[in-house]
T-cell receptor, first 111, second 114 residues
Framework: KNQVEQSPQSLIILEGKNCTLQCNYTVSPFSNLRWYKQDTGRGPVSLTIMTFSENTKSNGRYTATLDADTKQSSLHITASQLSDSASYICVVSLQGGKLIFGQGTELSVKP | GAGVSQSPSNKVTEKGKDVELRCDPISGHTALYWYRQSLGQGLEFLIYFQGNSAPDKSGLPSDRFSAERTGGSVSTLTIQRTQQEDSAVYLC????????????FGEGSRLTVL
C-alpha cells in the first residue's frame, strides 16, 4: 500500500534552534518527493523537490535530504525563526502522476 | 491572476443546503485538484482534473459531492444537502504538468455547516 508517514506529529522548539522533520514512504514507482510549508489559514507552498538521483538540496535555511534506498527524507531547518511555525507536509509523486500526502508535522517556534 | 483564486473564502450554511465552491487555477495549468482539510488534519484528496481526460473522482466521499471544470479552466465543487461533517477547508491546487509538477494552492474556502 502506498503510504507516507511523517514524524514527529508535532514539535516545539525555541527560536534560533535547529530541528529535523522526518518522512518515510512506501511508494512505488517513485517519481519525486516534495516538502510543502502550510502557514495557518493558508494554502501549502512548495519548499523543495527531491528526485530519485538527488541526495540533498537546500533552500535558504531549509535543507532536504533523500535516501532512495531506505525510502526516507528529512527536512532540516537551521536557526529557526518564529515565522517557521507552520505545518510541514511531505508529498510523494508516483510515476503516472498520483500524489500521496503525509499527515504533516506541526512545528511551533517559541521566542 | 498570478495565483490560484478560490471563492468564497468563508461560507456558513445550514444543514441540508447546497453549496458551490469556485476555483480559478493559474492560467495554462492543465491539472487541477480539490482537497479537503478538517481542523488539525492532513489534506484529503477529493478529485483531480487533467486536461480533457475524465476526472479522477476516487476521493469524493459520497454522491453528495460533485465537481466540474469548464473549458479546462475554472472548476466548481458542489456539495448537496450539506451535513455538519462537511465542515472543513476546501483547498484547490493547480499544476502545470500532471502529478510530478509543483502544486500551487489557493487560500481555501472555509465551509461551516450549522
Amino acid at each position: 500500500k502506498n503510504q507516507v508517514e511523517q514524524s514527529p506529529q508535532s514539535l516545539i522548539i525555541l527560536e534560533g534552534k535547529n530541528c529535523t522533520l522526518q518522512c518515510n514512504y512506501t511508494v512505488s514507482p517513485f517519481s519525486n518527493l516534495r516538502w510543502y510549508k502550510q502557514d495557518t489559514g493558508r494554502g501549502p507552498v512548495s519548499l523543495t523537490i527531491m528526485t530519485f538521483s538527488e541526495n540533498t538540496k537546500s533552500n535558504g535555511r531549509y535543507t532536504a535530504t533523500l535516501d532512495a534506498d531506505t525510502k526516507q527524507s528529512s527536512l532540516h531547518i537551521t536557526a529557526s525563526q518564529l515565522s517557521d511555525s507552520a505545518s510541514y507536509i511531505c508529498v510523494v509523486s508516483l510515476q503516472g502522476g498520483k500524489l500521496i500526502f503525509g499527515q504533516g508535522t506541526e512545528l511551533s517556534v517559541k521566542p | 491572476g498570478a495565483g490560484v483564486s478560490q471563492s468564497p473564502s468563508n461560507k456558513v450554511t445550514e444543514k441540508g443546503k447546497d453549496v458551490e465552491l469556485r476555483c480559478d487555477p493559474i492560467s495554462g495549468h492543465t491539472a487541477l485538484y480539490w482537497y479537503r482539510q478538517s481542523l488539525g488534519q492532513g489534506l484529503e484528496f477529493l478529485i483531480y482534473f487533467q486536461g480533457n481526460s475524465a476526472p479522477d473522482k476516487s476521493g469524493l466521499p459520497s454522491d453528495r459531492f460533485s465537481a466540474e471544470r469548464t473549458g479546462g479552466s475554472v472548476s466548481t465543487l458542489t456539495i448537496q444537502r450539506t451535513q455538519q461533517e462537511d465542515s472543513a477547508v476546501y483547498l484547490c491546487a493547480s499544476s502545470l504538468t500532471q502529478g510530478t509538477g509543483e502544486l500551487f494552492f489557493g487560500e481555501g474556502s472555509r465551509l461551516t455547516v450549522l
